[in-house]
């Protein structure tokens, strides 16, 4: 086994936008949902700017608590840049944590021009994301890591 533990670092967090989700039936024992990005925002030392409308997360919700998320979606960096943002996770959400908001660990996946935000394409990275349902509208809030 290696010596060699890898570090993570906060990098840039992502409030994301999401228009109510749309049933499509029965997916691999579980319900699949496709749930609209209606846009967002995107905070961070080395990236920020805006999370672009258009893009989807296909999810699949099984009755034991699995939960597959694949979202695909764009970022419109502060210096006009678009950067493709591919993000999986694939987490057993314990429901029995009542008052608690659902984590969900992902891996997200960036596309980048080359230019100032190569390094994208160039790293690892692990998210948290964390979902906020209400009434009026839903989001997620993902923080994403960088491993060294």
């Not at 994208?120 to 979902?131: K, M």
């Amino acid at each position: 086994m290696s010596d060699y533990i890898p570090r993570a670092q906060a990098v840039f967090e992502l409030h994301v936008s999401c228009d109510q989700p749309t049933p499509i039936g029965s997916i691999n024992g579980g319900t699949g949902l496709m749930v609209p990005i209606t846009g967002g925002t995107v905070s961070g030392e080395r990236l920020s700017g805006e999370v672009m409308a258009g893009g989807a997360d296909w999810a699949v919700m099984h009755d034991d608590g699995l939960f597959v998320v694949n979202a695909r979606y764009s970022i419109r960096a502060s210096d006009g840049t678009i950067i493709q943002v591919f993000n999986e996770g694939r987490n057993r959400i314990d429901r029995d944590r009542t008052g608690m908001r659902p984590v969900m660990l992902t891996t997200p996946r960036f596309v980048a021009p080359e230019g100032p935000h190569a390094w994208l394409n160039e790293s690892v990275f692990v998210g948290t994301l964390l979902p906020e349902v209400s009434v009026q509208s839903s989001a997620v809030d993902i923080v994403v890591f960088k491993l060294a």
